[in-house]
């Protein structure tokens, strides 16, 4: 859920959590929850919805908050309760699924039929720039794989170059915790060569998956196995604008991916609440 | 000449600790319920200032305020907890200036996953067994929620983005509350939750 502040206590609060407050502000919203324990259970909530909003990738300052809040054990280990809290309430029956199993019940019967796909499709790769809404990138933000950036060919467009801040990690540098990838949509099968996502194996994968604003209010997405076998599906996302452009970005589990080759399906969800498919995505995964 | 460095290792007594609980509140379970609220306030604020282990360093203000009571000193406010909050400004400094301090940049943390757990090898594999006891321990801490706690938390985070916050509002309609309330429930569920999960993974790890 994206909680968008709408008192001006909120905003501060979250200033606070995020370490931006200045000095007086800080000190008075010390003291007031020191005093004030119905304050000080708002801050808390407020703090477990920042923390969600980062376990979802829907958080715009993720840099600012991994700073604050994974440099601290006990502030890592909320992250970590809201990551097995999304997963153990995804894994129970529910109006809205949030997650497909890996070995699903139904028997696909080859989900590529009807489909038109496509081959031409880059995979941009940008060493050591984590692509996301936030404004900038820090040390801290490195990506798993060093393969240099694809060039952009028909139908696709070119991912900015990495800024003056951005460092590309060493050859045996160790990954941090995701990876993310910007995806553009696949457009015709033209038999060019599939783009490979190389990731270590224990990142979570943020796929920024680019996709013009339209007349959807909410999009579903819907990953595969080329076998048909779902691995992720997401309902309720919403476009985001990033610095590659608007997009819709998930974030999949480390667990949820092996050597294999995927497939995404972003449907838009019309207002009589029929899932209308809009783009699709083909890549590999290799797990190094 | 300064006064000597507040000795640490100075344990709470029991009349230190009753005479705390009395400055708090005269009624004994209206102090508790303060000493609990201060507590937690404390260890936000060491939390919040980036401090290592915020629940020693609230343990420690409080023991000084408590030993400050004992040798005398009267507090003249209305609400002590800003007294606390003067004292822990202090042992954050002194922590910031020890020389036991370590400061870790994010950067050479270690990078595979974000928990630490004390003393363990910090591996891939380790991390994935450590994901798995999570879950396992936080599935058995959900079952022993009461249904109607289990039923709200249920209902709390169940959809994604733009749909959450219309169930939440359905569900907080649902329970005759407003949406601030449903929202501090489900905090305290949480909590509890994570701090059942926390003692599950510390009786894991002392097997």
């Known amino acids: 859920m994206v909680t968008k502040p709408n008192t001006r206590d909120e905003k501060l609060l979250i200033q ?51 700073k604050q809040f994974l440099s601290s054990p006990q502030r890592r280990q909320k992250v970590e309760f809201a990551r097995a809290l999304r997963e153990a309430l995804a894994a129970t029956p529910a109006e809205q699924r949030t997650a497909v199993p890996e070995r699903p019940k139904r028997n696909a019967a080859g989900w590529f039929s ?20 936030w404004p900038q990138r820090g040390a801290t933000s490195r990506i798993a794989d060093t393969s240099p950036p694809q060039p952009a060919e028909h139908g696709t467009k070119p991912a900015p170059e990495p800024g003056p801040d951005a460092t590309l990690p060493p050859g045996d540098a160790t990954p941090i915790r995701v990876a993310t990838f910007v995806l553009l949509p696949t457009l015709t099968r033209d038999g060019g060569e599939t783009r490979t996502l190389v990731i270590a194996p224990d990142l979570d994968v943020r796929l920024q998956l680019s996709l013009e604003a339209g007349d959807y209010d909410t999009y579903r997405v819907d990953m595969r ?55 699709s995505y083909y890549f590999r995964v290799q797990k190094r | ?58 343990d420690q203000t409080i023991n000084r305020v408590a030993r400050r009571l004992l040798e005398g000193t009267e507090i003249y406010t209305d609400n002590p907890a800003g007294y606390f909050y003067g004292v822990a400004r202090n042992v954050l400094r002194e922590q910031w200036q020890s020389p036991d301090a370590v400061s870790t940049p994010l950067d050479s943390l270690p990078t595979s996953r974000l928990s630490d757990r004390p003393g363990g090898p910090n591996d891939a594999h380790t991390e994935r067994e450590l994901e798995e006891q999570r879950l396992d321990c936080l599935d058995r801490c959900l079952s022993e929620l009461d249904l109607k706690e289990l039923e709200l938390i249920r209902a709390y985070y169940q959809g994604e983005t733009g749909l959450k916050i219309g169930n939440r509002k359905r569900l907080a309609a649902k329970l005759g509350i407003a949406a601030a309330a449903l929202r501090i429930r489900a905090l305290r569920i949480r909590e509890k939750l994570e701090q059942c999960v926390d003692g599950c993974l510390s009786r894991s790890s002392n097997r």
């Open chain 1, 114 to 133: 009807g489909w038109r796909l496509a081959a031409a499709m880059v995979v941009l790769l940008i060493g050591g720039w984590l692509l996301a809404p």
């Open chain 1, 225 to 279: 196995t080329a076998a048909g076998d779902g691995v992720w599906r997401q309902d309720g996302l919403t476009i985001v604008r990033t610095s590659s452009g608007d997009a819709v970005v998930i974030t999949v589990p480390a667990s949820r991916l092996s050597d294999a080759f995927y497939t995404i399906r972003i449907s838009g969800i019309s207002a009589a609440s029929e899932a209308e498919p809009v783009a």
């Open chain 2, 1 to 58: 000449m300064s006064p000597p460095p507040f000795k640490k290792d100075w344990v709470l007594t029991q009349d230190a600790f009753d005479i705390l609980l009395d400055r708090l509140d005269r009624d004994p379970q209206r102090a508790g319920q303060r000493y609990e609220d201060i507590r937690r306030g404390l260890i936000t604020f060491f939390e919040c200032r980036g401090a290592c282990a915020p629940d020693d360093l609230a």
């Open chain 1, 16 to 66: 606070y959590l995020l370490g931006q407050a200045d000095p007086e502000e800080q000190e008075q919203i010390e003291q007031r929850y020191l005093i004030d324990p119905e304050f000080h259970d708002h801050l808390r909530a407020i703090e477990r919805d920042l923390i969600d909003q980062y376990v979802h990738g829907e958080l715009h300052d993720a840099e600012e908050f991994e």
